[in-house]
Protein backbone atom coordinates (compact mmCIF):
# COMPACT_ATOMS: atom_id res chain seq x y z
CA UNK A 1 0.00 0.00 0.00
CA UNK A 2 1.91 3.64 -0.64
CA UNK A 3 0.39 6.85 0.57
CA UNK A 4 1.70 10.16 -0.78
CA UNK A 5 -0.49 11.91 1.74
CA UNK A 6 -3.00 12.52 4.14
CA UNK A 7 -6.27 13.22 2.23
CA UNK A 8 -8.41 10.19 1.78
CA UNK A 9 -7.78 9.49 -1.37
CA UNK A 10 -4.30 9.95 -0.73
CA UNK A 11 -3.59 6.13 -0.29
CA UNK A 12 -3.89 2.64 -3.31
CA UNK A 13 -6.35 1.14 -1.00
CA UNK A 14 -9.05 3.95 -0.70
CA UNK A 15 -8.07 5.36 -4.40
CA UNK A 16 -8.83 1.51 -5.32
CA UNK A 17 -12.49 1.20 -3.82
CA UNK A 18 -13.15 4.49 -5.22
CA UNK A 19 -12.45 3.35 -8.39
CA UNK A 20 -13.82 0.19 -8.10
CA UNK A 21 -17.10 1.20 -6.66
CA UNK A 22 -17.37 3.99 -9.81
CA UNK A 23 -16.93 1.21 -11.88
CA UNK A 24 -19.33 -1.17 -10.89
CA UNK A 25 -22.14 1.70 -10.43
CA UNK A 26 -21.36 2.71 -14.22
CA UNK A 27 -21.63 -0.92 -15.24
CA UNK A 28 -25.23 -1.06 -13.74
CA UNK A 29 -25.28 -2.09 -10.58
CA UNK A 30 -27.15 -0.91 -7.93
CA UNK A 31 -25.60 0.93 -5.14
CA UNK A 32 -26.17 -1.82 -2.58
CA UNK A 33 -24.88 -4.59 -5.02
CA UNK A 34 -21.81 -2.30 -6.31
CA UNK A 35 -21.00 -1.56 -2.18
CA UNK A 36 -21.57 -5.63 -1.19
CA UNK A 37 -18.81 -6.22 -4.82
CA UNK A 38 -16.46 -3.91 -3.42
CA UNK A 39 -16.36 -4.98 0.38
CA UNK A 40 -16.23 -8.43 -1.08
CA UNK A 41 -13.15 -7.94 -3.51
CA UNK A 42 -11.49 -6.01 -0.77
CA UNK A 43 -12.39 -7.05 2.79
CA UNK A 44 -9.92 -10.17 2.70
CA UNK A 45 -7.74 -9.10 5.80
CA UNK A 46 -8.93 -8.50 9.01
CA UNK A 47 -6.18 -5.37 9.53
CA UNK A 48 -8.08 -3.09 11.40
CA UNK A 49 -6.34 0.04 9.09
CA UNK A 50 -6.50 -1.79 5.92
CA UNK A 51 -10.51 -2.04 7.28
CA UNK A 52 -10.71 1.48 7.56
CA UNK A 53 -8.97 2.56 4.42
CA UNK A 54 -11.48 0.34 2.40
CA UNK A 55 -14.75 2.08 4.77
CA UNK A 56 -13.36 5.60 4.70
CA UNK A 57 -12.43 5.29 0.87
CA UNK A 58 -16.11 4.12 0.04
CA UNK A 59 -18.08 6.52 2.58
CA UNK A 60 -16.31 9.35 0.90
CA UNK A 61 -16.70 7.73 -2.87
CA UNK A 62 -20.44 6.84 -1.53
CA UNK A 63 -20.86 11.30 -0.17
CA UNK A 64 -19.46 12.29 -3.53
CA UNK A 65 -21.96 10.58 -5.76
CA UNK A 66 -25.13 11.26 -2.90
CA UNK A 67 -25.58 7.53 -2.60
CA UNK A 68 -24.63 7.08 1.29
CA UNK A 69 -25.63 3.99 2.87
CA UNK A 70 -26.73 4.47 6.50
CA UNK A 71 -24.56 0.75 7.20
CA UNK A 72 -21.26 2.47 5.47
CA UNK A 73 -21.59 5.63 7.21
CA UNK A 74 -22.35 3.81 10.82
CA UNK A 75 -18.99 1.61 10.40
CA UNK A 76 -16.87 4.60 8.60
CA UNK A 77 -17.97 6.69 11.70
CA UNK A 78 -17.07 3.70 13.92
CA UNK A 79 -13.86 3.05 12.56
CA UNK A 80 -12.79 6.59 12.23
CA UNK A 81 -13.54 7.56 16.42
CA UNK A 82 -11.69 4.14 16.84
CA UNK A 83 -8.35 6.07 15.43
CA UNK A 84 -7.98 2.83 13.06
CA UNK A 85 -6.21 4.94 10.25
CA UNK A 86 -3.79 6.63 12.07
CA UNK A 87 -1.31 4.14 12.48
CA UNK A 88 0.43 4.69 9.01
CA UNK A 89 0.99 8.19 10.04
CA UNK A 90 1.76 7.57 13.53
CA UNK A 91 4.50 5.38 12.67
CA UNK A 92 6.65 7.38 10.31
CA UNK A 93 5.07 10.31 8.84
CA UNK A 94 6.54 13.80 8.39
CA UNK A 95 6.30 15.90 11.26
CA UNK A 96 2.32 17.17 11.35
CA UNK A 97 1.11 14.27 8.92
CA UNK A 98 -0.13 12.98 11.89
CA UNK A 99 -2.72 15.71 12.88
CA UNK A 100 -3.52 16.76 9.90
CA UNK A 101 -4.64 13.18 8.92
CA UNK A 102 -6.35 12.98 11.81
CA UNK A 103 -7.65 16.16 11.19
CA UNK A 104 -9.43 15.16 7.41
CA UNK A 105 -10.35 11.84 9.07
CA UNK A 106 -12.95 14.51 11.36
CA UNK A 107 -13.86 16.50 8.30
CA UNK A 108 -14.93 13.06 6.48
CA UNK A 109 -16.59 12.25 9.77
CA UNK A 110 -18.65 15.81 10.27
CA UNK A 111 -19.95 15.24 6.53
CA UNK A 112 -21.06 11.55 7.12
CA UNK A 113 -23.23 12.84 10.49
CA UNK A 114 -24.08 15.41 8.62
CA UNK A 115 -25.46 13.43 5.71
CA UNK A 116 -27.67 11.12 8.51
CA UNK A 117 -30.09 14.09 8.80
Same mark, same amino acid.
Given at each position: ?? $?????? %? ?10 ? %? ?5 ? *? ?13 ? #?????? !? /? /? ?6 ? $?? $? &?? !????? &? !? ?12 ? $? ?6 ? *? ?10 ? /? #?? !? #?????? *????
Amino acid at each position: MG $AWGTGI %FDNDTTCDVRDD %FYELLEE *GLSVEDATKEVLDRN #LEEDDL !E /V /VSWIYTGL $AA $A &QL !EKGIL &Q !EEIRVKTIELIEKG $ADLELWAE *GGEDGDYEERKM /V #LN !E #LKVKLI *GASK
